[in-house]
């Protein structure tokens, strides 16, 4: 995979930049910490240049999300409504928990893309809720070009200056992604325990 991702982008410039990073959204598996610190990379032998890596890595990111947000949107919540009547006894799934999850992602969401384009695979999952929750689609792009920008920034130009070197950073994400994923996993079931503790309350 790391060979092929390489090889596209060393052949195709800014043009393999692109297109690795839409790949890279809706296609999670080839991820961003090798196309980004590599494009950083290639700024040191080649006519490419940071800035322009960034742009074109931007703009692949975000129609990547582009793409993501609109299945979102097949996925509403009245969908999933019809699925949880038919399926939810199963997982212990009510109507109103969805309604629930689309309220807070309502009120949250926002800042939710935003810090989520800097985590590793969640950052490109991230836009099929806010297809879902039907949010402000100016808004959801915003945020998301904000976050994206700042994400691709700190690699790209982590790549150009470490060099031929590049590929240390990748140890490091693999520490950044565990420690992201511990502190998800952890913010959930403070959630769950949250939410059952006023469902107790409740009653």
Not at 49 to 75: C, K, N
Not at 185 to 203: D, Y
Request: charged fraction near 15%; include cysteine.
């Amino acid at each position: 995979m790391e060979n092929w991702v390489t090889d596209i982008m060393e052949k195709l410039g800014y043009l393999g930049v692109y297109l690795m990073m839409v790949l890279e959204n809706v296609f999670p598996p080839i991820p961003s910490e090798i196309v980004l610190p590599f494009g950083g990379f290639l700024t040191t032998y080649t006519d490419l240049t940071v800035f322009g890596v960034v742009v074109a890595a931007t703009a692949g990111s975000v129609i990547g999300a582009m793409i993501l947000y609109s299945i979102g949107m097949l996925l509403d919540a009245e969908r999933l409504e019809k699925i949880i009547n038919r399926w939810g006894h199963i997982l212990r799934l009510k109507k109103e928990d969805i309604r629930k999850a689309d309220a807070w992602f309502d009120k949250y969401g926002y800042w939710t893309v935003l810090f989520c384009r800097m985590v590793p695979i969640v950052r490109s999952l991230i836009s099929i809720p806010a297809g879902m929750a039907r949010m402000n689609f100016w808004l959801f792009l915003l945020f998301t070009t904000i976050g994206t920008i700042l994400w691709n920034v700190i690699l790209i130009t982590l790549g150009s200056v470490l060099g031929a070197n590049w590929q240390k950073i990748i140890g490091f994400m693999n520490i950044y992604s565990d420690f992201a994923f511990t502190l998800i996993i952890i913010g959930t079931i403070l959630f769950i325990i949250w939410l059952i503790n006023r469902k107790r309350k409740s009653k």
